[in-house]
């Protein structure tokens, strides 16, 4: 499956630097920072939750977890874990669990962590389980404008 067409054109409509890079599948977010030699603060991943039934996507580094309890307080409402069966029609062209960081291309609310903010680059599912895009980190800040908080922990 090549680099989700929709990411590939948005980045490339914005002139935005980025590499993809071809692996061996990783069905999980360490996995895939291992096989790309990366720490895993660098792989960025993807939680999806929700709040009234309207779906939040939460970025953070494959290294750490995410602390509901702390999101719900920067989110200022009750939230949850979504299931798979909810939010995957979102993403209809990934496959379940590679979507990229780019809930905005989908209408998803986007939140990231500030500890992604401490990396120049970063790399993500490029919607498939055998390939990532690298890109600076700034650059995906600027084009998906996601709401920045603390609400991670490291393993």
């Known amino acids: 499956m090549p680099v989700l067409k929709k990411l590939k054109d948005f980045l490339h409509k914005h002139n935005v630097k980025y590499q993809v890079m071809t692996h061996s599948p990783a069905y999980t977010s360490q996995e895939l920072a291992a096989s790309q030699h990366l720490p895993g603060k660098q792989m960025a991943k993807v939680v999806m939750l929700k709040s009234n039934n309207t779906p939040i996507m939460a970025v953070l580094p494959a290294s750490y977890r995410i602390d509901l309890a702390r999101f719900q307080e920067a989110l200022g409402k009750p939230v949850q874990m979504e299931l798979v069966?909810?939010?995957?029609?979102l993403f209809p062209?990934?496959?379940a669990g590679a979507e990229p960081p780019?809930?905005?291309?989908f209408g998803v609310q986007v939140w990231a962590d500030t500890a992604l903010g401490e990396n120049e680059e970063i790399s993500f599912n490029a919607g498939n389980?055998?390939?990532?895009?690298r890109m600076r980190?700034?650059?995906?800040v600027r084009l998906v404008k996601p709401r920045v908080a603390?609400?991670?922990?490291?393993?």
């Open 150 to 155: 603390t609400f991670a922990e490291h393993l």
């Open 93 to 95: 062209e990934c496959e």
């Open 137 to 140: 980190y700034d650059d995906f």
């Open 102 to 105: 780019f809930g905005n291309l």
């Open 85 to 89: 069966h909810e939010f995957l029609p």
């Open 129 to 133: 389980y055998r390939q990532t895009v």
